[in-house]
């Protein structure tokens, strides 16, 4: 046999210490000289690093513009840009039950923990097996007389079948509320996420295609859901009211300044690099779909635009001589590709969650989720910033996958 596998001490296809993927956030000293520098010296100059400010107001505008909505409200984080999203759709002080939100299975923990910050409780649904976004026959079957609203997840970047869930929610009156904290950019037939629903919400978090470090994104058309997250965010006051005048309860949920202004810098490149990210998927997908065990990330008829911020493979052991995902997810790593299993269960199996289930049943209600128990199974992530590289390093990755295959079998 030629060259052993990494993981037997041979030789890896890529070597990481000279050879590094390109680092998130991309950064350069000429970025720094001629974008970031000058925007963070004019918020110094300016007297206003809080609210109030004009580099707030110019994000929220250009972003605003970016998804195609009506209003962007600037969040320190995703989590509390969809606990602030909850609060406007339904019109929630959290201070009373909020009624059922059908969140899909297969998701970070933040998109449950906000809906149950609110007072609302999740009900848990299974997903599609090939997109791993909420499945709408199973948000129909889970409505019952309490629920109030669905909240699909562009999971990765895919966007959820929002024709199907827009149909459903009309049909029963509930609200629409997308966590879109991996899909900065995604289109669902050439619209943008984050206008698709009643209102939407983004994470600036490091890892995310767009990123401040921290930071999140509220988008809506709803003048009535921008006043109350308006309110939410920025103790209770109406959007021009007075200083000291509090039509609504509410919380200080204000950024800094000096994020926007790195966030106006990075949106610019946005649009670029999911465009480079997208041409690389789709060359990587091509590549691997020969490969036996390997199922490629399945693009549903209506996307127009994937986020990528996950490339998110299937593996099938039986395609590798029978060795574990975890095997394999080790050898890729070991080759200079990083992966990840991504998420362990599905969330309602998740300790913090399974606890709360036990101790108040009446905030969450899980059906049967058979799909997200397969996928949790199968994955295999791969990371956003791997797609900003060359095609010569994704013909690197399908080497290192194919030296796997060639070894185990
Ligand atoms: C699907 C999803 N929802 C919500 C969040 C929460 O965002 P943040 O970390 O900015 O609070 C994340 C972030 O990882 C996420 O992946």
């Not at 609110?118 to 019952?144: H, L």
């Not at 095997?327 to 913090?352: H, N, Q, T």
Request: charged share 20%.
């Amino acid at each position: 046999m030629s060259n052993p596998l990494a993981v037997s001490g041979g030789t890896p296809v890529r070597n990481t210490a000279t050879d590094p993927w390109p680092e998130w956030p991309l950064h350069t000293t000429e970025e720094w000289e001629s974008k970031i520098e000058p925007l963070l010296k004019e918020v110094y100059f300016s007297g206003h690093e809080g609210s109030g400010g004009a580099m707030i107001k110019r994000f929220s505008e250009q972003y605003a513009q970016y998804t195609g909505t009506n209003y962007a409200l600037f969040m320190p984080h995703g989590t509390d840009s969809i606990s602030a999203a909850v609060a406007g759709a339904l019109d929630l002080d959290g201070f009373s039950a909020g009624g059922e939100v059908i969140v899909p299975n297969y998701t970070f923990v933040a998109t449950a923990s906000a809906v149950l910050e609110r007072r609302c409780t999740v009900v848990f649904v299974d997903i599609s097996p090939e997109t791993f976004t909420i499945d709408p026959e199973a948000v129909e079957a889970a409505i019952g007389p309490e629920t109030r609203a669905i909240l699909p997840v562009h999971l990765g970047g895919h966007p959820a079948d929002m024709g199907a869930l827009r149909e459903i929610a009309q049909r029963h009156e509930l609200a629409i509320i997308e966590d879109c904290a991996q899909a900065h950019g995604a289109e669902y037939q050439t619209k943008k996420v984050g206008a698709l629903g009643d209102v939407g919400a983004f994470s600036f978090q490091a890892s995310k295609n767009l990123t401040s470090g921290e930071g999140g994104m509220v988008t809506t058309n709803d003048k009535d859901i921008h006043d109350r997250v308006s309110a939410f965010m920025n103790v209770g006051r109406a959007p021009d009211g007075a200083r000291w005048e509090y039509p609504r309860l509410g919380w200080n949920y204000r950024p800094s300044e000096y994020l926007a202004a790195i966030l106006i810098a990075r949106l610019e490149l946005l649009e670029a690099q999911t465009q480079h990210r997208n041409r690389n998927a789709t060359y990587l997908s091509d590549a691997l779909k020969s490969i036996a065990g390997i199922t490629p990330p399945q693009l549903a008829p209506w996307v127009t635009k994937h986020g990528y911020h996950l490339y998110c493979l299937k593996y099938n052991r039986e395609g590798f001589g029978g060795k574990s995902r975890q095997a394999f997810v080790d050898a890729l790593s070991a080759e200079g590709v990083p992966c990840s299993i991504g998420y362990r269960s599905p969330l309602s199996e998740e300790p913090g969650m399974a606890h709360v289930a036990q101790k108040y049943p009446n905030l969450i209600r899980s059906l049967p989720c058979p799909n997200a128990a397969s996928v949790c199974e199968q994955s295999v992530w791969l990371f956003q910033n791997l797609l900003l590289g060359s095609e010569t390093d994704m013909d690197q990755i399908v080497e290192a996958i194919t030296k796997i295959h060639g070894a185990w079998n």
